[in-house]
């Protein structure tokens, strides 16, 4: 495997921390209360928000309700309001031990708010830091509320954030007979749109099913433009703790339908890969189980060998190269892909499995992405709210 560690390590991408000045003076939509704190006053509000919804270092349901704005309901997705559910564990109906307050799951057995659920409120705010990427369930959550919105004329208002992966396109874009609440819409794995802007698009293209668009105002994030490489000030779920895990994330992903772990169950998830094979790499681990982090992780107690992605210098973008080299370590195929379904719900489509089999090299799979991302650009400058990367 010194082969093989050696192309990850000459694998490095422009990327790196944004910082300085500009970074400073960067306004979340949270932060720009002028601009929503009118339209919520004297009203009952729902909540989609999550640990991510800070103003400052305020959570903004503390902030509204010390500026007496009628909060009555919070909606969680998935990882719960408070972010500390692990990655697929069902959130429950609750009260938040904090405030008081109902909170309703929107993510288990009921993904999309009830109508009795919209029923008490006059405007729902929709605050969560996304990381840009199709499969990161925050946008199927978006997707869901809006169409809920739309079927029951209550106005939404989606306080915008940065994308940390938002500075590039890549990726299989996704065919309609694969959507899935990892893939609700026809766009590449790393979209480069903000949550204000993939809304914007759900209502435009008529992505939602309901009978009219919804009723949307987005507050727009100030000082941003997608050349900025946005390292997040909260980590944004329990197994993507900084911008490396966040920058690996599109392509590390695809190996959670595959026998190999990417450090789920250690302090260091999305940034290492391995299994028990000793001939993978030298670097090993032991995932562990953690609670609100990792329940029961691929090859839990089992010494996992493989590559350490810290070692890279600089964050990557989107590559399939680590899929690659790992696909053609395994003599047994079936051993490797354990989960086909599931990897094709991650790609979009069914044409990448059958690619890869047929050893095309990353070069021709992405070269057969060009149309569909093209076409899939023009959509996408309809809705751009900032100055775009070159």
């Given at each position: 495997m010194k082969k093989l560690t050696f192309l990850f390590l000459l694998l490095i991408f422009a990327a790196g921390c944004s910082g300085g000045d500009d970074e400073a003076q960067l306004l979340t939509g949270a932060e720009k209360t002028n601009n929503y704190m009118p339209l919520l006053r004297g009203?009952?509000?729902?909540?989609?928000?999550?640990?991510?919804?800070?103003?400052?270092?305020?959570?903004?349901?503390d902030f509204l309700?010390?500026?007496?704005?009628?909060?009555?309901?919070?909606?969680?997705?998935e990882h719960g309001f408070r972010g500390n559910a692990a990655a697929g564990e069902e959130i429950k109906d609750g009260l938040d031990a904090k405030t008081g307050l109902p909170v309703v799951s929107l993510y288990g057995q009921?993904?999309?708010?009830?109508?009795?659920?919209?029923?008490?409120?006059?405007?729902?705010?929709?605050?969560?830091?996304?990381?840009?990427?199709r499969f990161y369930t925050y946008i199927s959550t978006l997707h869901l509320v809006m169409e809920a919105c739309a079927e029951h004329r209550t106005p939404l208002i989606v306080l915008?954030?940065?994308?940390?992966?938002?500075?590039?396109?890549?990726?299989?874009?996704?065919?309609?007979?694969?959507?899935?609440?990892?893939?609700?819409?026809?766009?590449?794995?790393?979209?480069?749109?903000?949550?204000?802007?993939?809304?914007?698009?759900?209502?435009?293209?008529?992505?939602?099913?309901?009978?009219?668009?919804?009723?949307?105002?987005?507050?727009?994030?100030?000082?941003?433009?997608?050349?900025?490489?946005?390292?997040?000030p909260v980590p944004p779920s329990p197994n993507l703790p900084n911008f490396l895990s966040v920058r690996l994330y599109p392509s590390l992903c695809f190996f959670e339908a595959t026998d190999v772990s990417v450090g789920r169950g250690t302090s260091f998830p999305?940034?290492?890969?391995?299994?028990?094979?000793?001939?993978?790499?030298?670097?090993?681990?032991?995932?562990?189980?953690?609670?609100?982090?990792?329940?029961?992780?691929?090859?839990?107690?089992?010494?996992?060998?493989?590559?350490?992605?810290?070692?890279?210098k600089e964050a990557p973008e989107f590559t399939l190269q680590f899929f690659l080299d790992f696909y053609n370590e395994y003599?047994?195929?079936?051993?490797?892909?354990?989960?086909?379904?599931?990897?094709?719900?991650?790609?979009?489509?069914?044409?990448?499995?059958?690619q890869i089999r047929e050893g095309k090299t990353e070069k021709e799979i992405v070269?057969?992405?060009?149309?569909?991302?093209?076409?899939?650009?023009?959509?996408?400058?309809?809705y751009l709210l900032y100055p775009d990367f070159e």
């Open positions: 009203k009952k509000i729902g909540l989609v928000v999550n640990h991510t919804s800070k103003v400052g270092e305020k959570h903004l349901v309700l010390e500026n007496e704005i009628t909060v009555s309901k919070i909606f969680a997705p009921n993904k999309k708010p009830q109508p009795a659920q919209l029923d008490s409120l006059d405007v729902v705010v929709f605050d969560i830091q996304d990381v840009g990427c915008d954030r940065p994308n940390p992966n938002g500075d590039y396109i890549a990726g299989p874009v996704l065919v309609p007979e694969y959507k899935s609440f990892v893939g609700m819409h026809p766009i590449p794995v790393v979209h480069g749109c903000t949550v204000g802007e993939i809304a914007l698009m759900i209502n435009g293209e008529k992505w939602h099913n309901a009978p009219s668009p919804c009723e949307l105002k987005v507050v727009p994030v100030d000082n941003y433009s997608h050349e900025d490489k946005y390292e997040l999305f940034q290492v890969l391995g299994a028990p094979k000793p001939e993978l790499g030298e670097f090993t681990f032991v995932p562990q189980e953690i609670t609100g982090v990792a329940l029961n992780p691929l090859h839990e107690g089992k010494t996992c060998h493989g590559i350490d992605l810290r070692e890279l003599q047994n195929k079936d051993d490797f892909l354990t989960r086909e379904d599931w990897f094709n719900l991650l790609a979009g489509n069914n044409k990448l499995i059958q070269e057969s992405w060009q149309p569909a991302l093209n076409n899939y650009k023009k959509i996408r400058e309809k």
